[in-house]
């Protein structure tokens, strides 16, 4: 399968002010008129085009996008048919690349003797945890990092993210969504329930990363002199677990189990949202995201379905009419930020009752109780009606129906 274009866009309209904005000297070099139009074109093309399942993950799409973008032009006219020819015959160059094995180095806020393992392998990553870096790795503090502050993370433990990729943006976003997942259910288990007296500032998230991220070659050198830096960096205290051997249990527990759910991609993604929504120190901010973690498992397909994502919370508990209103509390706070930007002082509170129905959530899907073979299975059973009376009347009519079926 090709790389296209999807229906619902124009992208002559994007290509055409490409094609104004190019310049070629007479000695055969190409650049471009500095216009709004130009670079604002190149930024639609990414919503424009769509990929095959799996390149994204393979390729580094904004390279390929500007690579097609100066090739098509130096060629002739940029035009679709000129556009998508060349994008495609960059794809397959990039795809025929060998994969390289790349080393990300980070750092997280979780004391080195409460980590459940020192050693996993999570989406082809092995992921290694020590007290220091090998000597051989170059030193982050060879980067000159002095504007984005001072980066403290000591007492941190150490991170190593072992992977292949055929590019470095690619090695980076694998290691980083690996380490992401990871922390999510560290902190799932970490995370306090509630807060009663606190710093409104601080994060939720009790396992948080380092300040750096440095990609590194197998002899240990800077695969680039490029760097991730956490922008909103904060140093956060050390997470110590006060009871081990039961946080290794229900860490290990949960990667087992999860593992095995047929939609795991689903439950991953959303774990991985839901962990960075509750790195933010803005709790109104953290809200909005959090929410969000929970629609992608709870109307993984409607999106910001406000009626399903109550109801189907709701149906999780026995006290379905409580849970009910608390959640739509929820929703009226998390539409007065999208659309009033209004922040309200228990944003906080807020957000602990979010992590509240979020857990319950996913911890339904991966013990997987009944057996569901999909997510649409599974949110079927949590539109059924909690009215024991109308469960047991619609029970008689699927029995009657099958007799009839069956006659």
């Known amino acids: 399968m090709a790389i296209k274009f999807k229906a619902n866009f124009n992208p002559q309209a994007i290509l055409d002010e490409i094609e104004k904005a190019k310049r070629i000297s007479e000695d055969g070099r190409l650049s471009f008129a500095v216009t709004d139009g ?16 799996g390149v994204k993950s393979e390729l580094d799409i904004h390279q390929l996008i500007s690579s097609a973008i100066n ?6 006219k940029v035009t679709k048919d000129s556009y998508l020819k060349k994008i495609n015959e960059l794809a397959v160059t990039q795809k025929s690349k060998a994969e390289c094995v790349f080393f990300l180095l980070s750092s997280i806020s979780i004391d080195y003797d409460s980590l459940p393992f020192k050693k996993i392998n999570i989406d082809d990553c092995e992921i290694n945890f020590v007290t220091n ?26 991170v190593i993210v072992k992977m292949k990729s055929k ?19 560290f902190c799932f288990f970490a995370n306090n329930q509630s807060e009663i007296i606190g710093d409104p500032y601080i994060p939720i998230n009790k396992v948080m990363f380092g300040p750096l991220h440095t990609l590194h ?30 946080y290794t249990k229900n860490v290990k527990y949960f990667i087992k189990k999860a593992n095995k759910v047929k939609y795991k991609e689903l439950i991953k993604n959303s774990m991985i949202s839901y962990v960075r929504a509750f790195d933010s120190q803005d709790q109104s901010d953290a809200l909005f995201k959090v929410w969000g973690a929970l629609e992608k498992i709870i109307t993984p397909k409607s999106g910001n379905d406000y009626g399903k994502i109550v109801s189907r919370c709701a149906f999780l508990y ?19 930020y999208v659309h009033v930007g ?20 996913i911890l339904f899907h991966i013990k997987n109780k009944f057996s569901f073979d999909s997510i649409d299975q599974a949110n079927e059973f949590l539109d059924l009606p909690v009215n024991i009376d109308t469960l047991n009347k619609k029970r008689s009519l699927y029995t009657k129906a099958i007799k009839f079926r069956n006659i």
């Open 38 to 53: 130009y670079f604002n074109s190149q930024a639609a093309l990414l919503s424009m085009l769509e990929f095959p399942d």
């Open 71 to 76: 090739k098509t032009a130096i060629a002739g």
């Open 133 to 158: 870096f090998n000597k051989k790795f170059t030193s982050i503090n060879s980067i000159k990092v002095e504007k984005y502050g001072s980066g403290d993370d000591s007492g941190y433990s150490k």
């Open 167 to 185: 590019n470095i943006k690619n090695a980076f976003s694998k290691a980083l969504k690996s380490l992401d997942f990871l922390r999510s259910i």
């Open 217 to 246: 070659h197998t002899d240990g050198s800077l695969a680039t002199r490029e760097f991730w830096f956490e922008m909103n960096y904060l140093k956060i205290n050390l997470y110590q677990s006060k009871a081990v051997d039961i």
């Open 318 to 336: 026995t006290e379905y009419c409580y849970h009910r209103e608390l959640l739509e509390h929820l929703r009226v706070r998390r539409n007065e």
């Open 342 to 361: 209004e922040k309200a002082d228990d944003s906080k509170k807020c957000c602990y009752q979010v992590q509240e129905y979020f857990r319950t959530s």
